[in-house]
């Protein structure tokens, strides 16, 4: 057995402090010499310096119960004990890097701790820089075979120590070595091939019994051989043949050295033990038997050996040659180094150098530019640069993260920017709501103090609007819609009560101290002038915040527009035009409200036109050159709030105005008001509301709804008065013709030539006329009777009252049907049922009786019309409302083709008493046709002055049929026949008499066809 070679005692590494051995003592427990050997150490290191947590072991032995070289939250056992060994038993540095190492060898059922001493030597990183040692080396072969912990190599030891790069390294193919294929080898092959072929014949000569013999002869003598061998060498126990045989350790020593047998035997006579001479010569046999069987074994290996030392001397000389090329070659490139290459790498060094301090001079000026954020923003915020504030924070915020990370000097100043942000935003609010408040609560004056004011300030209001907004967009704020709402809710609210307050304290009548109640309760004592103007103030008061509004409207529109990217840049953007042009305007419309009280705002006023708020956007502002700040979406969300802020404005206007006419109408104010009266206040709410509706483009309900109720109640009085004075009238007209006043006469050409239902103005009706015969309808003449004159022009009382309310026009539309019904029924029970005779006392109902009311009916159908189209552009149920004026005129014209009847059934009752008198005699013309002529003679007089040209000879055609077949049916009573004869004659002659006097009447020449047809189905006898 070989022994392991020492160089020094095995315990003589010292502890470098006491010069004992390290594990001789417990630096922790102060044991001083308590440890025989390393392994009891180890014991009382793992027994009472070592804790189990879960399957790791934590070391404990150091200062604090903390191992400094341990890893705390533990190892495994095997790790564990190779670290007692590492860095308690023995020194760290000297078993890493082989000093002194440390082998854990399993003996039975304990450890025995063996040093593995090394000659080797770390070399000096000065003397040994350019010579190759082992530790340049990727993979350690020797560490890892040697490794006496082991049983075999672990597959994974390179990975598990230094990473798989470490084992895996590929190995690139010598560009000085070929490349080596089967050409290589074809010259050997045919250099041999004859001999192979010679000698594969010379064996095939054999004979199988040859070959058999010469194998069993061989074998036999091996297997004899082999035999001797294996009993000599069974004479030798054993444990000499184990690879981990080692006299160090105490079990082996004595089993090879029993000492109780030495001890147990007797002495000799010459005093020697007899066992100890037994011993030695056993282990001397043992030796000379393992030096015989060693010493053939290498005479028959004799000449390999000796081969083998031949190559290796051979190997050692090219190996000398090769170190000897390989310095003179590490000679070339150190001097090649030292010319060329560090030089270069000194100038690569330089500028790397060079940039690196440029970097460090431009990190210094940006932090010296970082350093200046904080007055930078404070001198932006007090020019209103909210904008380029904020963006000046999220630059440096950037700045911060990316290229000044880690600078201890600025660790606070990202939260201090981002609170500084948070004050932004809180003074943004602030600032609009300041803004809004004061704009909309400035004094409302005259439009050029208006424009002095506005020239007198140092920045114009409309560019800090527009710094506020920016930077409210900028942080994706977009609640200064609901600011500017809320803002001017306020103010309508004030300014409304501002206006009450003002018209109470300037009553005449009105003791405002005395009045012990509410505003509402004093507002109510305010007669209908003062209120009337008192509601106009309101509403005018009304429109200039919702002016003001429109401004805001349009400024922030604008500034939108911007911010969402839809202006081309570099372009002047006007966010409000307000020219010098737009204030005469304005000044003109202010004029002409104060000289008419009932216009609440000037008819050209445009919304926006106030000098509020003009602003452009020029390539020199700097909010040309902002970018795209919001997106599409919210683009539109926040125009369309917009939108709903103008008109919830309104709305909010609307309420308070209703809230101040219900207020005032708790005690009937209102329904006390007289027709003129209700009509202007109708008009001043109207003009309002429309004005209303064309600045927020959406129609209002609640104040046109209080109106609509209040207008209800006045129509119910309206037609109540108008049906009840009809009535009174139709029951006190005597129905004779009536004189036609002038004013009436232009009533109706002022509607012919307008085309609409309207009175005309008191001024341009000439009074010094005389009234007329007849009223003159588009050069048409009507005789008519005075109620229907009062009737038309109450029809034209409707229509204009539908104008100044026009959200009644259904209701009133019904009224006035309802009007012309009862107009229509009560003349058919008068005239034609003869209701006049008992209620004026008439003692018939006269032929003219009834052509007056035919004519009088007449003139009504032609205004029927007139109201249809008047009422048209007003109704929102049409259909069914004009299908009922249609139904009122078919009831005119019944009525109408009813009285005519009546006509003709006069007269065809008068010619029948006179035709079944009348006889075929002497004298001629008969006084029957005499009688009859006068009759229609006179009927004709009465009628052609009062009823139209064709609707006359209607009635007198069919009187002359009626005629003449009373006349035939008279013919064939008297059974006279067209014979020619003297009765013939005597009829011919009253018939040429009766056609004479019918064509004398104006208008009915054409009538008579020939009254011949009397003779029709006459036989001659």
């Known amino acids: 057995m070989a022994s392991v070679p020492y160089n020094i005692h095995p315990w003589s590494h010292l502890d470098g402090n006491s010069g004992s051995p390290q594990w001789k003592k417990c630096i922790v427990c102060c044991k001083t010499g308590a440890f025989k050997l390393p392994t009891e150490f180890a014991h009382h290191l793992r027994n009472f310096h070592c804790s189990k947590e879960g399957g790791s072991y934590v070391c404990r032995y150091g200062v604090n119960e903390v191992c400094p070289s341990l890893p705390l939250e533990g190892v495994s056992d095997k790790d564990y004990e190779d670290h007692v060994a590492r860095d308690h038993v023995y020194n760290g540095s000297d078993y890493r890097r082989g000093g002194v190492g440390l082998r854990m060898t399993q003996m039975g059922h304990g450890h025995m701790i063996s040093p593995l001493v090394s000659g080797r030597k770390e070399p000096s990183i000065v003397e040994d820089q350019f010579r190759w040692t082992i530790y340049d080396a990727s993979v350690n072969l020797p560490a890892v075979l040697n490794d006496p912990r082991l049983a075999k190599r672990e597959t994974d030891f390179f990975t598990k120590t230094w990473g798989e790069a470490f084992e895996k390294k590929d190995v690139q193919p010598s560009p000085f070595l070929p490349e080596i294929n089967g050409s290589h080898f074809e010259r050997y092959l045919g250099k041999i091939s004859d001999k192979y072929k010679i000698h594969a014949h010379g064996i095939e000569q054999l004979s199988k019994q040859q070959i058999s013999d010469r194998l069993h002869s061989g074998a036999l003598k091996s297997l004899k051989q082999l035999e001797k061998n294996r009993a000599d060498l069974d004479q030798v126990p054993k444990i000499f043949m184990l690879p981990n045989f080692s006299l160090e350790n105490p079990e082996t020593f004595c089993a090879v050295f029993p000492w109780t047998q030495v001890e147990e035997s007797k002495p000799d006579k010459n005093g020697n033990r007899q066992s100890c001479k037994l011993l030695q010569e056993k282990l001397s046999h043992y ?34 040659v090769t170190c000897r090329a390989i310095k003179q070659l590490r000679d070339k490139i150190h001097a090649l180094e030292e010319t060329l290459a560090k030089g270069s790498l000194k100038i690569l060094k330089l500028t790397r150098s060079r940039t690196n301090y440029v970097k460090l001079h431009n990190k210094l000026k940006l932090i010296s530019t970082v350093q200046q954020t904080q007055p930078t923003i404070q001198l932006l915020l007090s020019t209103n640069e909210f904008v380029g504030a904020l963006d000046l924070i999220s630059t440096t915020q950037e700045v911060l993260a990316q290229e000044l990370a880690g600078i201890h000097s600025f660790r606070h100043l990202g939260s201090q920017l981002a609170e500084l ?72 609210k004030a300014t409304i009560k501002q206006s009450v307050i003002e018209a109470v304290a300037t009553a005449d009548d009105v003791d405002a101290e005395g009045i012990v109640g509410s505003l509402a309760d004093q507002m109510r004592l305010l007669n209908y002038t003062e209120w009337m103007n008192m509601l106009k103030n309101v509403f005018h008061n009304i429109l200039v915040i919702v002016n003001r509004v429109m401004a805001f409207h349009t400024v922030v529109r604008e500034v939108i527009l911007i911010a969402a990217g839809r202006t081309r840049k570099g372009a002047d953007v006007a966010l409000l035009q307000s020219s010098d042009e737009t204030l005469e305007e304005n000044k003109d419309a202010e004029d002409e409200d104060d000289g008419d009280d009932d216009d609440i705002v000037p008819s050209d006023a445009e919304p926006g036109h ?129 004189d036609v006043p002038a004013e009436f006469q232009e009533m109706v050409d002022l509607i012919s030539k307008s085309g609409k239902m309207q009175l005309p103005e008191k001024q341009r009706i000439d009074l010094s006329k005389k009234p007329a015969e007849f009223i003159v309808v588009n050069g048409e003449k009507f005789a008519v009777v005075g109620t229907v004159l009062m009737l038309l022009k109450m029809m034209v009382e409707y229509c204009e009252c539908v104008d100044n309310i026009p959200a009644a026009a259904q209701d009133i539309l019904g009224r006035l049907i309802d009007l012309l019904k009862t107009f229509n029924s009560r003349t058919c029970q008068l005239v034609l049922g003869a209701g006049a005779l008992q209620l004026v006392g008439l003692k018939t109902i006269s032929t003219k009786n009834l052509a007056l009311a035919s004519r009088c009916l007449q003139l009504i159908v032609r205004y029927v019309p007139y109201i249809k189209d008047h009422f048209k552009p007003k109704l929102y149920d049409k259909k069914h409302t004009l299908k009922n004026l249609d139904q009122i005129s078919k009831d005119y014209m019944d009525h109408i083709d009813e009285i005519s009847n009546k006509l003709v059934a006069i007269m065809e009752g008068l010619t029948e008493s006179y035709v079944i008198k009348w006889d075929a005699k002497a004298p001629m013309p008969s006084s029957c046709f005499r009688s009859v002529c006068k009759q229609m003679t006179k009927f004709h007089e009465v009628i052609i002055d009062v009823l139209p040209q064709h609707q006359v000879k209607v009635i007198f055609q069919r009187i002359h049929k009626s005629f003449v077949n009373l006349l035939r049916h008279q013919l064939l009573t008297l059974n006279v026949i067209n014979d020619g004869g003297p009765q013939t004659g005597m009829v011919n002659a009253d018939i040429v008499f009766y056609e004479n006097n019918i064509k004398s009447l104006k208008g009915v020449e054409d009538v008579i066809e020939g009254m011949q047809s009397v003779w029709t189905n006459q036989v001659k006898s």
């Open 287 to 320: 030796l000379d038997t393992v030096e015989v069987h060693i010493g053939e074994q290498i005479s028959k290996r004799s000449e390999a050996f000796f081969h083998a030392m031949t190559s290796h001397d051979e190997l050692q000389d090219y190996m000398q």
């Open 421 to 492: 942000e948070k004050i932004i935003d809180m003074m943004l609010r602030a600032d609009l709501v300041k803004y809004v408040t004061a704009e909309l609560n400035r004094p409302i004056t005259d439009l050029q103090a208006l424009a002095d004011e506005t020239a007198a300030l140092s920045v114009s209001p409309q560019e800090k609007l527009v710094a506020i907004v920016l930077g409210m967009l900028r942080q994706r704020d977009f609640e200064f819609v609901d600011v500017i709402r809320d803002e001017a809710f306020t103010a309508l």
């Open 610 to 738: 106030e000098p509020l708020l003009h602003v452009s956007v020029t390539p020199g502002n700097a909010s040309d050159d902002l970018d795209v700040m919001i997106t599409e979406s919210e683009y539109l969300a926040t125009v369309q709030g917009l939108k709903k802020m103008l008109c919830a404005v309104c709305d909010h206007a609307h309420d308070r105005c209703v809230k101040l006419m219900v207020a005032r109408a708790k005690d009937g104010f209102l329904e006390k008001l007289s027709s003129n009266e209700f009509v202007a206040l109708s008009k001043v709410i109207e003009g309002f509301v429309t004005e209303c509706e064309r600045k927020c483009g959406r129609r209002s309900t609640s104040l046109r709804g209080s109106l609509l109720n209040q207008a209800n109640r006045f129509v119910d009085r309206f037609h109540d008065e108008r049906k009840t004075k009809l009535s009174l009238i139709l029951d006190n007209e005597r129905w004779k013709q009536a």
